[in-house]
Nanobody
């Protein structure tokens, strides 16, 4: 049974930083490409970062490129999202999952960027 548990969200001022963590189980973590998505109220879920299973190649949309960094620790079955220079438009619930998403979602972690 696939389980994904996100943590690390919170309230932060614009320009601040947060580091999200996602602990995964129920699949062969080291062989899976992984991703972080986010969804704000009334909006579609958006891909914000992905990382390959092989050489750690990462990819980001222009909206977060240069500010967000995805990484993984295969020994800990954990994927991270370092978010710097946060903006109010980054406010959303953040989810981790496989890439491409196969329908497995955790409860997410809320990130609120507000002064």
């Amino acid at each position: 049974q696939v389980q994904l548990v996100e943590s690390g969200g919170g309230v932060v001022q614009p320009g601040g930083s947060l580091r999200l963590s996602c602990s995964a189980s129920g699949f062969t973590f080291s062989r899976a490409a992984l991703a972080w998505y986010r969804q704000d109220l009334g909006k579609e879920r958006e891909l914000v970062a992905s990382i390959s299973s092989t050489d750690g190649t990462t990819s980001y949309p222009d909206s977060v490129k240069g500010r967000f960094t995805i990484s993984r620790d295969n020994a800990k079955h954990t994927v991270y999202l370092q978010m710097n220079s946060l903006k109010p438009e980054d406010t959303a619930v953040y989810y981790c999952t496989t890439y491409p998403a196969l329908g497995y979602w955790g409860q997410g972690t809320q990130v609120t960027v507000s002064s």
